[in-house]
């Protein structure tokens, strides 16, 4: 049997740790929304980063991109919208239920800088936004 480099282990480890944390802090340091904007769920998404632009994703499948706002606030990118529930299961027997429906949004902290421009697009379920820097 081969034996694992404790590099990659440690370094999976400390990014679940991480991943973990940070759910933790979204979780506690909410601002809390009245009832009619009550977020149900989060997205997950990753933050990538090139010399002239920064990508967001966010994994948003059976959300059409009509369904879906996006604001600047601050140093954050917020997305937010609201995947409604199909109307089959209204009267559907549940078998198993793991996509959140509902309201939903998520707060992206972006990198230091600058953007003038900003453009999205829905690609294969995913939400994705790019900013473009400014020099």
């Not at 694992?4 to 340091?29: K, S, T, Y």
């Not at 239920?97 to 800088?113: I, K, Y």
Request: include cysteine; glycine fraction near 8%; aromatic fraction near 6%.
């Amino acid at each position: 049997m081969a034996e694992r480099d404790p590099g990659d282990w440690m370094w999976g480890d400390a990014l679940d740790v991480l991943a973990r944390a940070e759910r933790l802090h979204r979780q506690l340091f909410q601002p809390s929304a009245g009832p009619s904007r009550q977020v149900h769920w989060e997205p997950p998404v990753d933050v990538l980063e090139t010399p002239s632009h920064v990508l967001i994703i966010a994994a948003l499948p059976g959300v059409s991109e009509g369904a879906i706002q996006l604001s600047i606030d601050g140093a954050f990118l917020v997305i937010a919208g609201e995947r409604t529930v199909p109307a089959e299961l209204r009267t559907a027997v549940i078998h198993r239920l793991e996509l959140p429906q509902g309201r939903f949004e998520r707060r992206v902290s972006l990198p230091q800088g600058r953007y003038d421009q900003i453009q999205r697009q829905v690609l294969n379920g995913c939400l994705v936004v790019s900013l473009r820097k400014v020099a």
